[in-house]
C-alpha cells in the first residue's frame, strides 16, 4: 500500500506527514494471515482504548475496524504477577499446553474454538502465529518454515549461543576486558527478526549486541577480535564489546547508554522514507529495527521516538526485549503499567506482545511487522518476552533473581525448543543439528584463534578519527602524529 | 607526616590496571581519629555516611537506579533494609526524572540524596541541574531553594571502563554558578565531604572516584563528622613546585613527587577537594611558596578544570610565576577502550612536566 498518491513537495521535514494525506491510510488491505486481521477476528475480547486520531477524516465504514485493530492484540494473562510484594511467593506460572506452541500439528489436531476456549481460561498468552492458524478455513499441514529456513534459525541460535559462551570464557581468562553483557538465552529475538531483513535494512542495538551483529551478517573474527580490542574488530577495537558496528552490514551500532539507540534509529528510518518518497528510489524500501530492553521503555527518549515514529509514519520496529530485569530493577517493580506493548497504542501505532523464547512466533510477529514497515504503514511496537540466563553482564552476580524464575525460562531454552520442532516435524535430524553444532563450534574457535592472532593497534590510532580531517586535530605543527612526537613523554621509555 | 601506601599492582597493557591508592592517614586536625576508627575502602564510607545522613535527617531520601539492594557499587547497601522502601528506593531509568525529581523533593525541603549510577550517564540530567537546580534560588528570589539536593555520581577512569563508564565530566558543572562540585580522594574524605555535601544549603554535584571504591583502603571514623567545603588541602609540603589536583589522580600525582623527590625537587601537592567555589587563596599562597604550578586531572585537556585554575593563577600570580603553568591531563579524545594507558595522565607525563617546569 504506497502512502501517498499526491505530489510530495520538495519541502521535507514536518511537512512530510502533511503531505501524506491519503484518501485510505487505514485501510485494511492486510492479507488474511496478517496479524491484523487476527486481531480482527480475534474471539478474545480486546481491552478498550481510545480511537486513533486520525488527521485524515474518513468515511470508509472499516474505521471502526481500525480502532480495534490498533489496539493491543490479546494479553490473557501477565507472565509474572504484578503482587510485587509478594516476591517470595511460588510463581503462578500460567500452564501451558506445550512449552514450545510453534507446533502447528499439534494445532490442528485439536478442534479450534475449544482449544481455544481452554487457553483462555487457563490464561495462557496465546501466540499470533497458532491463533492465526486456528481461523484458517483450508486445514493445511504447512508448517512455519522451510527445512532450509528452520536450519538458517537454529544455525543463527546456535552461533549466538556458542560465541556469548566463548566470550565468557575469554572473560575470565583476561583476554577480554571492560564491560561485558550476554545474551544468552534471549537468541529467538535476533534470530527471529534479523534473519528477515536485507543486507540494507538497518540494525540498531544497545550494550548486549554481540548477538544483533552476529545476525546481521558481521563475521564472528570481526566481533571477537573488537572484543579482544584488536585493529581487526569491526570498529577497528575502538569500542569493545558495546560499540559494535559495520557499514556494509548496516549495524548502526550497540549503544552504552539505554535509549540512545533509538533516536538514531528514527534517523535512519526517517532517511529510508525520505529516499522513497522525496528522491523516489521507489524500490527503497528499507527497514530499521530498534532493539532495546524493558528498563529503557522508562525512559523519556522512548516516548519521544516513539511520537516521532508514528507521527511521520516511518519503517521502523521498535523491539522491546523485556527480560524483566534491569541489572537488579525488577520490571514490574519500576514500570507503572507493565504491559509495554500498550505504549504502541497510545502514540498510534499498533503494539504486539510475543513469546520471545519461541524463534517461530517471533518470526511471525517479526514478518508481520517488517512487512508494515516496508510497505510504508508506519511503526510498529512489538514487545517481546524473553529472559537473559547470565547476569546483566560478566561482572553481575546475579543473585537477586529467584531461582524458580530462572528455572522457568530455562526450560523455555529457545535453542531446545527450535531443535524439538525441527525434529517431531522432521524437518531435520538429529544428525544435521549435530553437524550444525559443530561447524559453528569450530567458526568460534577459528574466531578466537584469529583475534588472538591479530594485532593490537597502533597508538597512532588514538588520535584518529576525533573529527573528520586529520590534520585538524591530533597532528602538530611538523606534521606528525603528536603521540609519535619524542616529547609525548620526554623521552621516557614507559608510558 | 607519615603516608600510608597499600600496595597495588601494575599490569600490562589491555589488562586491569591498578594505582596505589591514595591514603590520607596524615596528621590533618579533621575527622581527629579519636575513639573507633576502622580501616574500610571507599565505598563503605560513603555508605557509612549515608546511614548517618539518613538518621540524623528523617526527610532524607536516597534514590536512583539500582540503590535499593545496594547499588552496583554497593555505596547504597543497607539502607533499605534500614530506613525502608519510603525511603530509599530505586527509580526507572530516567536521569532526567531522577534529578528533576530529586530539585522537586528538596524544593520542598526534604534532602535528596539522588544517585546517578555513572557520570557518564549523567548528561540527560544535565539540563536540569543546570537550568533548574542551579537557578533555582535565584530566580525564585530565595522563596525557593534545592539546597537540599545532592547528586552523587561515580567518575573516572576504571581500567576497563571505555568510552561510557570512564568519563570526568566535572568541567561542565564547574562553569554553572548555583551549584557545588565536591570530590574527593580517599575514605575518609569522602565521607566527611559527603555528610558536609549533604547538609550544605546548596545543591551539590559530588562525584566520586570509582577506581578508589574498593581500592582505596584508610582508617575512617565511625561518628559523624563534616568536612568543609570550598577549602583546599596542601598534602604535601614543598618547596619547588605546587601541583594541584583531585580525586584518584592524586595518587598517581604523589608517586610523581616521590620520583621527584629522588631527583631532588621538592614539591607541594595541593587537593582541591571542592571545585565550585575552589578555594583560591590556599593554591595563590602555594604558588607565591614555590612559583611554579602543574595541574593534572584524567578529563580531557582543553576546557578542563585546570584551564580555569591555570587562567586564575597567572591573574593573581603573574609575576611570581618561574614557568608556565603546566597541565598533564587527558588528551582530547573521547575516552577510549583498548588505549587508556596512552590517554591518561600517568606518572611519567606528570615526572616530565615537572621537571620540565622546574627546569624552565
Known sequence: MSLSHHHLNTNILPTLSATIPTPFPLVFSAPIVSFLSFIFYSPLSLPSSPPIFSPFPSSLPTRKKMATAFSPSKFAAQPFPLNTTSQNNPLTIPTTASPFLGSTRKLIRLSSSSNLNIRRRSGTVVAVSDVVKENKSKSTLNLLITKEEGLELYEDMVLGRAFEDMCAQMYYRGKMFGFVHLYNGQEAISTGFIKLLKQQDSVVSTYRDHVHALSKGVSARAVMSELFGKTTGCCRGQGGSMHMFSREHNVLGGFAFIGEGIPVATGAAFTSKYKREVLKEADCDHVTLAFFGDGTCNNGQFFECLNMAALWKLPIVFVVENNLWAIGMSHLRATSDPQIYKKGPAFGMPGVHVNGMDVLKVREVAKEAIGRARRGEGPTLVECETYRFRGHSLADPDELRDPAEKAHYAARDPITALKKYLIENSLASEADLKAIDKKIDEVVEEAVEFADESPVPPRSQLLENVFADPKGFGIGPDGQYRCEDPKFTEGTAQV | ?360
Not at chain 2, 83 to 102: H, M, S, Y
Not at chain 2, 262 to 290: F, H, N, Y
Open chain 2, 1 to 360: 607526616m607519615g603516608l600510608r601506601n597499600i600496595i597495588g599492582k601494575r599490569l600490562g597493557l589491555g589488562l586491569v590496571r591498578r594505582r596505589k591508592p591514595f591514603s590520607t592517614a596524615t596528621c590533618d586536625g579533621n575527622g581527629n581519629g579519636n575513639g573507633n576508627a576502622k580501616s574500610i575502602n571507599l565505598y563503605s564510607a560513603i555508605n557509612q555516611a549515608l546511614h548517618i545522613a539518613l538518621e540524623t535527617d528523617n526527610r532524607a531520601f536516597v534514590f536512583g537506579e539500582d540503590v535499593s539492594f545496594g547499588g552496583v557499587f554497593r555505596c547504597t547497601t543497607g539502607l533499605s533494609d534500614r530506613f525502608g522502601k519510603a525511603r530509599v528506593f530505586n527509580t526507572p531509568l530516567c536521569e532526567q526524572g531522577i534529578v528533576g525529581f530529586g530539585i522537586g523533593l528538596a524544593a520542598m525541603g526534604n534532602r535528596a540524596i539522588a544517585e546517578i549510577q555513572f557520570a557518564d550517564y549523567i548528561y540527560p540530567a544535565f539540563d536540569q541541574i543546570v537550568n533548574e537546580a542551579a537557578k533555582f534560588r535565584y530566580r525564585s528570589g530565595n522563596q525557593f531553594n534545592c539546597g537540599g539536593l545532592t547528586i552523587r555520581a561515580p567518575y573516572g577512569a576504571v581500567g576497563h571502563g571505555g568510552h561510557y563508564h570512564s568519563q570526568s565530566p566535572e568541567a561542565f558543572f564547574c562553569h554553572v554558578p548555583g551549584i557545588k562540585v565536591v570530590i574527593p580522594r580517599s575514605p575518609r574524605q569522602a565521607k566527611g565531604l559527603l555528610l558536609s555535601c549533604i547538609r550544605d544549603p546548596n545543591p551539590v554535584v559530588f562525584f566520586e572516584p570509582k577506581w578508589l571504591y574498593r581500592l582505596a583502603v584508610e582508617e575512617v571514623p565511625e561518628h559523624d563528622y563534616m568536612l568543609p567545603l570550598s577549602e583546599a588541602e596542601v598534602i604535601r609540603q614543598g618547596s619547588d613546585i605546587t601541583l594541584v589536583g583531585w580525586g584518584a589522580q592524586l595518587s598517581v600525582m604523589e608517586q610523581a613527587c616521590n620520583e621527584a623527590e629522588k631527583d631532588g625537587i621538592s614539591c607541594e601537592l595541593i587537593d582541591l577537594k571542592t571545585l565550585l567555589p575552589w578555594d583560591k587563596e590556599t593554591v595563590e599562597a602555594s604558588v607565591r611558596k614555590t612559583g611554579r604550578v602543574l595541574i593534572s586531572h584524567e578529563a580531557p585537556v582543553t576546557g578542563g578544570f585546570g584551564a580555569e585554575i591555570s587562567a586564575s593563577i597567572v591573574e593573581r600570580c603573574f609575576l611570581r610565576l618561574e614557568a608556565p603553568v603546566a597541565r598533564v591531563c587527558g588528551l582530547d579524545t573521547p575516552f577510549p577502550l583498548v588505549f587508556e594507558p596512552f590517554y591518561m595522565p600517568t606518572k611519567n607525563k606528570i615526572l616530565d612536566a615537572i621537571k620540565a617546569t622546574v627546569n624552565y
